[in-house]
């Protein structure tokens, strides 16, 4: 009797979170499973060894994200969401979901699948192994940044023409909404990671958030700019992007670097582990991009796209010397330098229909949020 109930009560939760509608939508695409995997309640629990502490990777308002281990012994991550009730849009999340997984750009995190069997859903990303951005620049415990300065323009370049994409997609506008240092992850090679996770409400963050959200309270692609100009900011200085320990008209890094520039005084700010006399115009150069980046009005700002295209001018080319702990073979150069970027070139299959015009979603510790709006057609802008 109590089996017979447990999985009535899953299947009651597979009906409130959306999954005939999935079904539905997979059937539609030809019933592949590919895309976006159902997985089950019994799998993610083994996975997680029954989501034990020992694999927590981050933890937040919005839930907890697990290292999962698959049986084919394939590593993901796992977000768990705090319950607060079934969703009450289960067609936007399933949506949400559908969209997201046949997002392919090696620059983004991909989403596998989900569990729709819990009170709330379960989602499954690709694992990056060596965590944030945020953990690698800024210094703890007296040690130093494990970032060198291409290492690191490399990583803004990436993260940049990955933004992009997401806000030109030629079927879709993705606006990430929180754009942030714990969200960019980095693989085995440093390659960015922009992370995607969840479907929780984020309005930004401190430090980062456009500070047009106030007066509109609503995020738009140049919210995106505005934080990744802070993000620039946190590469060149290795500096928090709000700090209580600064005096109090230095707390917010976006206000501090500015006004630093502005007094001709940007060499005290730079983080002096990453300025040499091969790079120091090339920092300068970046520096400009990013003050360019926070400009208090949107309209103002460039778009990700024109900030992509930028920082892609002024990568490492092979002439110039790499530092010892930057590269250790050709193979790692070429990682490292990359193909010229090509926004126009991928393309996002989403068939469907989809009824919604917008919808959010958001995560928590270095797998956070995108609000995703249909434009059918792309009207080019």
């Known amino acids: 009797m109590q089996r017979r109930k447990f999985i ?15 079904q539905k939508q997979l059937a539609s695409q030809g019933g592949s499973m590919e895309t976006t995997k159902l997985f089950t309640a019994e799998e993610l629990e083994k996975a997680t060894n029954n989501y034990h ?21 394939s590593v993901v ?66 040690k130093r940044s494990s970032l060198s300065w291409e290492l690191r323009l490399n990583i803004a370049t990436e993260t940049a023409g990955a933004l992009a994409y997401l806000h030109s997609s030629a079927l879709m506008q ?28 984020v309005q930004g963050t401190f430090g980062y958030l456009d500070p047009e959200y106030f007066l509109t309270n609503q995020l738009t692609e ?31 890094l976006a206000n501090f670097f500015v006004r630093f520039m502005e007094e001709d005084r940007l060499n005290e700010v730079l983080d002096d582990d990453i300025v040499n006399e091969r790079n120091v115009e090339t920092l300068k150069k970046v520096a400009e991009v990013a003050k360019r980046c926070v400009r208090l009005k949107g309209q103002d700002r460039p778009s990700m796209k024109e900030v992509a295209m930028e920082l892609e001018g002024m990568r490492v080319t092979p002439k110039q010397p790499w ?25 996002v299959d989403v068939r469907g229909d989809f009824g919604s015009r917008g919808a959010t979603i958001g995560t928590t510790s270095g797998y956070d949020s995108m609000q995703i709006q249909m434009v059918m057609p792309y009207d080019g802008r």
């Open 8 to 22: 009535k009560l899953k299947e009651k939760y597979f009906k409130e979170n959306g999954g005939l509608l999935l």
């Open 53 to 73: 502490e020992s694999r927590i990777l981050g933890e937040g308002g919005y839930g907890t994200v697990y290292k999962g281990i698959l049986p084919d012994k």
């Open 77 to 142: 991550a796992i977000k768990k969401s705090k319950v607060n009730g079934a969703p009450a849009q289960s067609d936007v999340f399933i949506n949400e979901v559908i969209v997201l997984s046949q997002i392919k750009h090696r620059n983004v995190v991909r989403l596998l699948g989900c569990c729709l069997e819990t009170p709330a859903p379960l989602l499954v990303y690709e694992f990056i192994v060596e965590g944030t951005l945020s953990e690698h620049i800024h210094k703890k415990n007296g």
């Open 174 to 201: 993705i606006i990430h909404r929180d754009v942030k240092a714990t969200n960019i992850l980095l693989d085995e090679h440093y390659t960015a990671k922009v992370s995607d996770f969840g479907a929780s409400r």
């Open 222 to 252: 140049k919210s995106d700019v505005y934080s990744f100009g802070v993000v620039l900011m946190e590469l060149l200085t290795s500096k928090v992007a709000l700090s209580l320990a600064r005096p109090e008209e230095d707390r917010n």
């Open 323 to 347: 530092g010892k702990s930057e590269v250790s073979s050709p193979e790692d150069t070429e990682h490292l330098l990359g193909s010229a970027m090509k926004l126009d070139a991928y393309f």
